[in-house]
Structures are given as C-alpha cells and as structure tokens.
C-alpha cells in the first residue's frame, strides 16, 4: 500500500468519523418564547426545518409559525404523529398551528412524505427533564383548532393547485432533460456496444457532451439539488442529498477530465455526462409518475369534501330563499324537494321521503324518514319532500366530524411504522458512510483504473439507495385505508387502532343496541278466554299509559301503530320491579310479572307456562289481570338487528370468537345467543363490571375488541384493545372509541377488521419492497460481487433501480384504493347445542375455586354449587336473581340445590322438572367434589 492509499484510507475514515458527529451530534433546541399568554416561535421550511429543535412549556398554549419558502408535495403539509395534528403549509405563505401542550414528552413532527423530521419538547412544569414519551393512545394533548389553516376544503385546494403546478414543472424538466440526454446517452452506448466506428467522433467530444448536460445538471435537477444541500445544511440527509451528492461527483469529475485533461492519468480520463443526464432525468420522472399516483391516495378526503351541498332552500319569513350553506343557521327551517342534497344536520318537521345516506352510513338502502326523525347534511332526499329544522350546521355537522377524524387518522402514527422511522433515522448517514468506504476499498485493493471503479462504486451507492421508498411505506396506506374506511361508513381514530384491529381474536358485542335493535317492541298477544288481543292490547296500553318503563312504551306504541282507541286511566299506581295497576273504564287493569298477580291472590294457571314459552324464545312476559282475572299475557322482546346474524357469521369465518356480554338473566341471553349464532355469553353483568369482564378476557391471553353504544359501554370500549361504537349510540360511548360504525350495523365490525387486515398486508409489502430493494441493490452496488462474479452495477441502471423502487411502493399503496366492502355471508343454522353461559354464580364460583386452588366449574341457573348456600343465584323458571338465602323456596335434586324467588315458580318447575334440567357441564351434586 503506497502513499496515496494511506492517505485515502486515512481520509475516509476521518469523514466517516466527521459524518457520524454531523448527523448525530447534539443539537441547540430553540424555546418559544411566551408573549400574551401564548409561546410563540416561528419555523423556517426550506429543505427542511429551522429551527427543528423546539422546546416549550407544559400547560401553555402554543403558536407554530411555519413559514415555508418553498414549492412542492413533499413539505406541503406538516404533521404530529403523536398528537394527531395535520396542517396544510401552502407554498410561500406562512400558517399558524395551534396546540396545547398538556402532557410532557417529546413529540416529532415530520413533512408529510415522512422524509424531513424536527421534534417538540415539552417541557414539564416542575422543571425537570421531560421524558422521552413515545406519545400515541387517547392521552396526548388534543390540538386546538389554527384559525390559520382555514377550512378543510381549502386546505384540500391549495394542496391540489400545488400538486398540479408541481406536476407540471415536473413535466417540463423531465422533457428537456430527455432531449438533451438522449444524443449523449445513443453515443456512448453505441461506442461501446459497436465501437468507434458506428459513432462520429465529433458526438463523444467532451466539450459537447459537457454543453449538453450542463442544463440538464442545473435546470433539471435543479429540484434535488436545492432540496439536498438545504437539507444537509440542516445536518439531515433524504433521497435528494443521495442522488445531489452523487451526481456532483460524477458531474464534477466530468467537469475536471474535460477543462484539465493533464492533470489525470491517462487510463482515468473517462467522462461520465451520460450517467448525470440519465440519473437526473430518470430520478426526476419517477418522482413525475409518484406525483400523479400519489395524487390518487387522497381522494377519500376531495370525495368527502364533495358531498357537500353548496346551497339550501331556507323558509325566513315565510317566504323561501336559496342561499350558501355556510348562511345556514341553527333553528332555520329549510325544504327539501325530492333529489337535492341535504344541506347539514336537520330533524324532520315534516314529510315523509326515503333519503340515501349511502355517502356517510356506507348502507345502500335508503332509509324511510318521518316527522320526528334526524337527516345527515350531504345525503340525498329521494322520493318526497321534508320540511326540516337545522340542528347542527359547520363544523359540528356529522360530514365535518367525519372529515376531521380522517384528517387526524391520517396524521397518526401505526406501530409498525416505528420501525421504519428508526431505520429510516441511521439510513442515509450509513448509506454515505458506506459509499466513502466503497471508495476507499476499491481506490486502494481494486484493479487499474482503481479511480474510475471507486468513484463508480461510490457514485453507484449513493443513487441507489433509497429512503423514500421506506418513507412513504406505511403512510401512503394508512391515508388510503382509513379512506376508504371513511367511505364504508367507518371512522378509525388512529393509525394504531388500524393496525391493532387485524390482530383481534375476539369480538365482543354488547346485546343491547349492539345485536338487538335496542328498542322493545310488542311481537305477541295471548288473550285468555273471553277477552279479544285488540281489547286487551288497549286496557293495557292504557294502564301502561303513565309508565316510563321501556316494556311500557313498547305496549302503548303497538296499541298506536294499531290505531286504537286508548281510554284514558286512573288511579294509576306503579309497583317497583313488578308493574303497574290502574283503572281504564271502570275496570281494574294489572299489567306485570306473574308475582304481581300472585300477590293479589290471581290464579295465573295456564298463563305461567304461555309466560315461560315466551321468556325462553328471549321475550319479557307481561301478565295481564283485568277485574281480578287472569286475561292474558303480552310478550315484549328487544328485536334482533337483520344483519347480527349475518355480522357473527362472517366474523367466525374470519376466526375470531364471539362473545356477547349483558345484564340480562342468563334466559333471554341464551335466546339471543342461539338467534344470532353466539356460542358463549356473559350474563348478568352489571354495568360497572363490564371493563372487568374484557380484562380478564384479555388475561386469558386474547387480543380483545369491544362493540357497544351505550354510556355503560364506555369503560369497556377504553378497556378493550380496539373499542368500536355503534354510531347511533351515545356520543360518550363514540368519544372512548378507537372506531365508530356510522350506520350502527354490526357489518361495520367486519368491515373495519377486513380493511385493517389489507391495510396491513398492503404495508408489509411495501416494506418488503423498499427493504429487500435496499438491502440488495447497496450491497451490490457497492461492488460486492465484482470479485467473484466480476458483475459491476453503472450508475445509470442503480438511477432506474432506485426510481422503480419508490414508485412501486407508491404503487402498491395505490392498488388497496381498489379494496371494496363485500356482502355478509349467510348465517348459519341455529346449533342444536346451546351457548355457553357465564352468569354471575359462574363468575363467582371460578374466583373462589381459582383462590382455593380448586379448578373451576360452571354453574347453572338456579342451581348450586361447592360455593354453598348463600351465594347469588338464578331462579331456573323466571330468570330473576336472588341471594340462596332469601329464596322462597329451594329444591333438592340429583343435579343440586334449586332455588325460586316464588312459590309459583317453584311449582312450574315442580310440574316439569327436566324441562330445567342443566346442562351435563353444570355444577356437581351438592356435597360431592368436581369431577
């Protein structure tokens, strides 16, 4: 090794040295400083962000002036992962984020390519050193709304016109670079395909190729070269300063052997103009195709953003006037004629019309609308006219809500996406180190020209690397999936709640208003002798008159939609947990459970068994007494929705349990779990257990998603590893959601978890793409193979390679806009076997047998177990829950100790004991140790 090698190798490794400070050296953290209330700082975009250090305090607002001096898609939106905030950052304009900053942490911020990062530190109040919190999940601060942003529809413009001007000047660089590269690139391969003779001499003149490419070095890649020194300047490096980086050599080295030949030896005089025009042109038009590709990845939002009605029909004064939707006011009364949109959130006044709310729910049939009923802004009327009252207008309306938790989905973080950005942090640093080391390698032990083949090797791992590609591999699917969830009619919240719900393994769902419709309604009638179902539909209706119980509403609006005639009642009285009495034309009316009428000496008779069918389908029997005689009884269910059975099915299909959790007695939930195909089920879960309930699920080693609507919900849904909410629910119950079902139907619960699925897939591809590209072509550029294999990759091929990796990873993520809900299989048949219920008595002799050691065994309604005589049980005939101590009555059987709330129920059972019998899984004999 001579002098010069040991000079090199020297030099390569003190710039590698260099580079590791320059990329990872400690860096000055600027702090906003506090004027009115509010710190303040302002931001420099160019190439990057200056400062891209922040340091605030917690607890006070904050104003972020970002201040972009420049053009073009990839620092034309600014993103917090962690905090959920996305702003759009026109082109030379400056635009304020506002947030507050209530918990401590660091938090990164990044361009919207994910290519160009800073970090805020909030700092805590006491002073001491914020902690590195990694942020994500519902506790982060949540961002207050910039006035400076403007609307969503104008972000979307801005965005867009940039986009446009982008892709143009795109096209006019990529044009002039392929005029002028073209001569040079046909006369050096033509020299050395066919020899000196098939090309003129005067075509491989150094001079003219140096004329040609010149405009192609300084006008063309104008963009990357801006782009990568200003970065660098920001001690970071993108795919920009890579291929600047390279291209400089190779161009400077051009330069050097064309203005002074003689101070090169002779075997190294070799120009590369053909591989700066090539590189550039080619770089630059795969960044032309991912403009246009990537142009398609947020169409959810321009979709969304053109629902809107621009005008509505106003009723002021009497008299209509059509004005801009903005002018709409909450409380203005607007008509809509059959085919118009819905200007914004509205309650029916009047009218009677079918609106196609297909656009916000996902649900292709249009829903019938009555006086009385809620109409979404942006759907379509579509039969007959509705007189309306505006209830939510602006950003309240549901449309802007739906756009908004888009917006924040997609500037939220997935999990796997860490991986990338950890990778992507140390990528370019080691990509430049090795490409110095490649140099070095092949100047020192490579064979003659050994200049030439170090700076080709050098060269060549500089343009073929690619970070862009693993950049863009997750966010480009994320926007696209949660669009597309978006436009199912499912918004997911955040990125990780995406890729959290295609791990599920167990659903949980809530009965009421989550498989059943959530309303009772009246589905029989069985009069005893001598009285008529309407005649009794009405005294009972009208005893129940007063009532707010929900099984009393249910009766009175039967006995409405049957347009009878309701008397009106007296003396009404209501017994707590038992019914009603009244007295509805002169004749006394008791309308309750079976007790009621026990209590005032009423022989039910044949009445308890037609009670007992009912309450084994799932249905609430109401006993009906009229002038002290048994006269019927009415059956009361809370209807199941018409797709849960075809939802559950579909759910199993994809493998994942179901589990339905309730407060009912364990009879109405095993007839609910054997109608909709559920094969366990959670009974008589107080709704303050609820979250417990999905914890210890979760301890069974489950990854658990939760389905309710209710306020009683919201616990479990934050519990639960993925919470969705049924849109029509309570908005508490919505607000602790990772994902909420616009359309209320359980399909949506598919839905969301196939979409999570190709989401997912769709990202592990893409990272396979841009990982295995890199993984292979740094390697190989770098001249891995040339010894063995005497294989050298040209610069111009690495340029191709590197252009084709990003744009497949844009691509790929552009093919999941194909992804389209698909229809719910058919349910299957009803099991003979019935579900398996776990009710409070089983849930309280599993922790006692688990305490003492002692496996767990199930009990059954009504009967007893090794866990003793005063314990919570279930009556077997009614449902009802009591201590064993205050039984009424108890019986001893081969199966165990049965207990009753009441004599009667203990004489129905006494009638037909096996018909109560448990099943053979029950608890022991009394007195006799578990099997």
Known sequence: MNLADLVVVAASVALIALLGWFFFGPRRARTAQLQDGVQRIEVTVQGGYSPDVIKVRQ??????????????????????????????????????????????????????????????????????????????????????????????????????????????????????????????????????????????????????????????????????????????????????????????????????????????????????????????????????????ARAGTGEAIRALLGLRARTARVVREGAEAEVPVEDVVVGDEMVIRPGEKIPVDADVLSGNSAVDESMVTGEPMPVTKHEGDTVIGATVNTTGSLRVRASKVGADTMLAQIIRLVQQAQASKAPIQRLADAVSAYFVPAVIAIAVAAFALWYTLGPPPALTLALVSAVAVLIIACPCALGLATPLSIMVGTGKGAQAGILIRSAEALETAHKLDTVVLDKTGTVTEGKPVLTDIRPAAGFGADGLLALVAAAEADSEHPLATAIVAAARQSRLTVPVASGFDSITGKGVQATVDGRAVLAGTARLLADVGIHTGELTLIAEEFSTQGMTPVLAAVDGRAAGVLA????????????????????????????????????????????????????????????????????????????????????????????????????????????????????????????????????????????????????????????????????????????????????????????????????????????????????????????????????????????????PVCGMRLNSAEAAEHRDTPHGTVFFCSPQCAATYGANPERYRPPATDAPHEGSEPK
């Open 636 to 875: 009361v269910a809370d209807t199941v929705k018409d797709d849960s059975a075809q939802a559950i099915a579909a759910l199993r299909q994809l493998g994942i349990d179901v589990v339905m959790l309730t407060g009912d007695n364990a009879r109405t939930a095993t007839a609910i779990a054997a109608q909709v195909g559920v094969d366990r089920v959670l009974a008589e879960v107080l709704p303050e257990h609820k979250a417990d309930e999905i914890r210890r699920l979760q301890g069974e080693g489950r990854t658990v998603g939760m389905v309710g609507d209710g306020i009683n919900d919201a616990p479990a849904l934050a519990a639960a590893d993925v919470g969705l909410a049924i849109g029509t629910g309570t908005d508490v119950a919505i607000e602790a959601a990772d994902v909420t079902l616009i359309s209320g139907s359980l399909s949506g619960v598919v839905t969301a978890i196939r979409l999570s699925r190709a989401t997912m897939r769709n990202i592990r591809q893409n990272l396979f793409f841009a990982l295995v590209y890199n993984a292979v072509g740094i390697p190989l550029a770098a001249g891995a193979l040339p010894p063995a294999w005497g294989i050298r990759l040209s610069p111009i091929i690495a340029a191709a390679a590197m252009a084709l990796s990003s744009l497949s990873v844009v691509t790929n993520s552009g093919r999941l806009r194909r992804w389209h809900t698909t229809a719910l299989p058919d349910a299957a048949p009803a099991s003979v076997t019935e579900p398996r219920v776990e009710t409070a008595a089983h849930r309280t002799l599993a922790a006692h047998q688990t305490d003492s050691g002692r496996a767990p065994h199930p009990v059954g309604p009504g009967h007893e177990g090794q866990h003793g005589r005063h314990a919570t049980v279930v009556d």
């Open 59 to 292: 607890g006070t607002p904050v104003e972020l002036v970002f201040d972009r001096q420049e053009s073009g898609e990839c620092t034309n939106r600014i993103v917090f992962p962690d905090l959920r905030i996305s702003a759009g950052l026109p082109a030379y304009t400056r635009t304020t984020v506002r947030l507050s900053p209530d918990k401590a942490g660091a938090f990164g911020f990044a361009c919207g390519m994910n290519m160009i990062h800073g970090m805020l530190l909030v700092e805590p109040c006491g002073g001491e050193r914020a902690p590195d919190d990694g942020g994500g999940g519902r506790t982060t601060p949540e961002p207050i709304p910039s006035g400076g942003n403007g609307s969503a529809a104008d972000t979307e413009a801005a965005e867009a016109a940039e986009r446009r001007a982008e892709i143009t000047d795109l096209t006019r660089r990529v044009g002039l670079g392929a005029l002028l590269t073209a001569p040079v690139l046909f006369a050096v391969m033509a020299h050395e395909l066919f020899g000196a003779d098939w090309v003129p001499g005067w075509m491989l003149n150094h001079w003219l190729q140096l004329a040609l490419i010149t405009p192609v070095m300084l006008y063309t890649g104008w963009p990357i070269h801006k782009t990568g020194w200003l970065t660098l300047r920001h001690r970071a490096a993108d795919m920009n300063s890579l291929i600047t980086l390279g291209t400089s050599a190779a161009y400077g080295y051009s330069l050097l052997v064309t203005l002074l030949p003689g101070a090169l030896p002779e075997d190294v005089r070799e120009v590369y103009f053909e591989a700066v025009g090539v590189i550039l042109t080619l770089i630059l038009l795969g960044r032309l195709l991912e403009a246009r």
